[in-house]
């Protein structure tokens, strides 16, 4: 079904019940990183265990996203994205209710695989369910409705942690999981890929969850396991991520296309995404344990603290995938990390006697302007780089890939700095090293910029070959993609787009093919 009007009561419903499943993830990722401190003091967790409970999260939902939107395509979008509200419900009610360190790092790997299904479907139900006319207009609604989530966000999780419970934090989905399943349930329609093939890469999707799971093992059990040991685990973590690309290259039905890699242009957008949301899950992570642990803020500040990148993302990110669409891509994908490269710098100052108005303020207002020109033409290039046809698929590893990255990040810098145990707790320690992982995120974005710089290419703008119309994108491509992006957001974003099915020529969603998503 693909002709609901926007302004119907059944429109309302399936915009209702795509808010409230993408709010529980938002609401989730802004809470954690504010409540660990409380946690780590609740439970007595060490350094490590604060890293678990971020990384089991990502690592379950950057392995299974992409499996989790083919099983949406195949056996009906509404009914897997229950599915995983129901399960994501239930997580939540565990990670609530846990009494170890041990049993919420479990109860956070569950709720990623939950969000590995709902988080594809809050998209896709609305791609597939409303007439093309009516598509724009109804991701609009929802990006601005996401959006408002995300500026509540930071107030609702900071008060919860901070006078009620760091459990409320996750408790509070229970009820939003309830309404959300009886809306779906009752008044969204079903909707599938008819033609699709119903055989699974399951080989690949355990790979891919195995890789990222022994080497993210090795960065944050190193000093447990030893130097030597923590090389070899490592080593054993690249040689599965070898084979799942030699299985991804020899299946018939791939779980990611190898062919899309063929692209310079995919191959570098995704490359630019690694190192950029490595530094942005990085700097979240680092910048709210410092200000609870050095300034002494508390959950409800420290949740305030990163406002700003929200409301510049609000009011400016469509107008930079706006500039994207008239100069092309290039540009701004170069600028805008240097610009959040520089922020980091200045955020990278922040330590004892820093007052929010001049030590936190300035850096996160300018990283998150360097967001506003990067994030849009991101999501464009990747799609538009792609083939029609495999527009979900595209979406989806580059939301993967973000995943990934600061997955590996979180799980990496804190040993490259020097961290460990309960060195998070101790302001002399942490503020020291939280200097040098901030120098190392600057890095990394400015290397972001280079790889745009370097391998980025516009569109060209008349003269292209059906071919090159395909493989490489055009202007109105991108510009396309732009406008059906949820502002604010890339497909690599906090929520991402993962399972995005634009429109191909023929009308339905070009995202629907039988490999890959």
């Known amino acids: 079904m693909s002709d609901i009007a926007l302004g119907s009561r059944t429109g309302r ?43 089991g999260y990502l690592l379950a939902l950057a ?19 229950v599915i995983g509200v129901v399960w994501f419900t239930i997580a939540s009610a565990a990670c609530g209710l846990a009494q170890s360190p041990g049993q919420l790092i479990v109860a956070r790997v569950l709720q990623g695989v939950g969000g590995a299904l709902l988080t594809p479907g809050s998209l896709s139900m609305i791609q597939a369910s409303f007439r093309p006319d009516d598509r724009g207009k109804a991701i609009g609604t929802w990006s601005g409705l996401g959006g408002i989530a995300s500026a509540i966000g930071p107030f609702a999780g900071g008060w919860l942690v901070q ?14 999981g309830v309404a959300t399943v009886w809306i779906a349930q009752l008044h969204v329609p079903e909707t599938r890929d008819e033609q699709a093939d119903h055989r699974f890469d399951v080989a690949g999707a355990a790979l891919a969850t195995l890789a990222l799971g022994i080497t993210t093992f090795a960065l944050i059990q190193h000093e447990a396991l030893g130097v030597g040991r923590a090389v070899a685990v490592g080593a054993v973590g690249l040689a599965v991520g070898a084979a799942f690309v030699v299985v991804e290259r020899r299946t018939s039905h791939p779980m990611v296309q190898p062919s899309l890699f063929a692209s310079r242009q995919f191959s570098a957008a995704n490359a630019m ?52 669409s008239r100069i092309g891509p290039r540009l701004p994908m170069t600028v805008g990390p240097v610009v959040c490269g520089m922020g980091t710098l200045l955020l990278s100052g922040v330590g004892a006697g820093s007052t929010y108005w ?18 849009a033409p991101l999501t464009a290039t990747v799609l538009a780089a792609a083939p029609d046809r495999y527009a979900g698929v595209a979406s989806g590893v580059n939301n993967a890939v973000a995943r990934a990255g600061s997955l590996l990040a979180v799980a990496a810098l804190p040993a490259v700095v020097g961290l460990s145990g309960s060195d998070y707790a101790v302001p002399e320690a942490f503020s020291s090293a939280y200097r040098t992982a901030m120098l190392i995120c600057a890095v990394l974005l400015v290397a972001g910029g280079a790889v745009s710089w370097l391998l ?26 732009t406008r059906s992006v949820p502002a604010g957001w890339s497909c690599a974003g906090s929520e991402g787009c993962p399972g995005t099915s634009h429109t191909g020529g023929d009308g339905l969603p070009a995202g629907e093919v039988p490999a890959g998503r």
């Open 13 to 55: 419903f399936v915009i209702a019940a795509a808010v409230l499943g993408s709010g529980m993830a938002l609401l989730d990722g802004t809470v954690v990183n504010v409540a660990l401190v409380r946690i780590g003091k609740e439970l007595g967790a060490s350094l490590a265990d604060l890293q678990w409970i971020t990384n």
């Open 273 to 324: 995404t690694l190192l950029v949301y490595a530094a942005l899950g990085a700097v979240f992570f680092f910048l709210t344990l410092q200000v609870q642990t050095v300034l002494g803020y508390g959950p409800l500040v420290a949740g305030m603290a990163s406002l700003p990148v929200t409301v510049l993302m609000l009011l400016f990110a469509a107008r930079g995938g706006e500039l994207a």
């Open 63 to 81: 392995s299974l996203i992409l499996l989790g939107g083919s099983l949406g395509d195949r056996f009906g979008r509404r009914r897997v994205f």
């Open 358 to 375: 001049t030590g936190i303020l300035p850096g996160i207002s300018v990283f998150g302007l360097g967001l506003t020109l990067l994030v």
């Open 456 to 481: 980025i290419r516009n569109p060209e703008r008349a003269g292209e070959t059906a071919a090159e119309r395909e493989g490489a994108g055009v202007r109105e491509a991108a510009t396309r993609h």
């Open 163 to 176: 006078y009620a419970s760091w459990r409320w934090a996750f408790l509070v989905n229970v009820p939003l």
